[in-house]
């Protein structure tokens, strides 16, 4: 997985510095077929609105799924995310946690 973050700057940013941030996907067809790269979205876009409030307001985040992705659990595409961010300088310590209480409580 790879992930790109974009904190626009207050001057250089049309959208405005309190609106919330955008998450992208890219899932090409190197990771599988239609059905394959939609359950990868679908899990990678739940993952992305569980920590959205952990992302800079303005802010734009592209993540690109590979090919590996199709057969990662989705506690695994967990773990990427979070690293992923966290490379990207985003804190994403407080997610770790919730998505922990999550899995708990089912």
């Known amino acids: 997985m790879v992930v790109h973050l974009l904190v626009p700057s207050p001057e250089r940013t049309h959208r405005g510095p309190s609106t919330g941030p955008l998450v992208g996907f ?4 190197a990771v599988g077929a239609a059905v394959t790269r939609n359950l990868v979205k679908r899990r990678l876009r739940h993952l992305a609105r569980e920590r959205t409030a952990l992302l800079p307001p303005g802010s734009m985040v592209v993540v ?3 090919p590996g992705a199709a057969e990662a659990s989705y506690d695994e595409l ?3 995310l979070d690293r992923s961010l966290e490379k990207c300088g985003v804190e994403v310590n407080a997610s770790a946690d919730h ?3 999550a899995g708990s409580a089912r």
């Open 64 to 66: 690109r799924a590979l």
């Open 99 to 101: 998505a922990a209480e």
């Open 26 to 29: 890219v899932v090409s067809k």
């Open 78 to 80: 967990s773990r990427e």
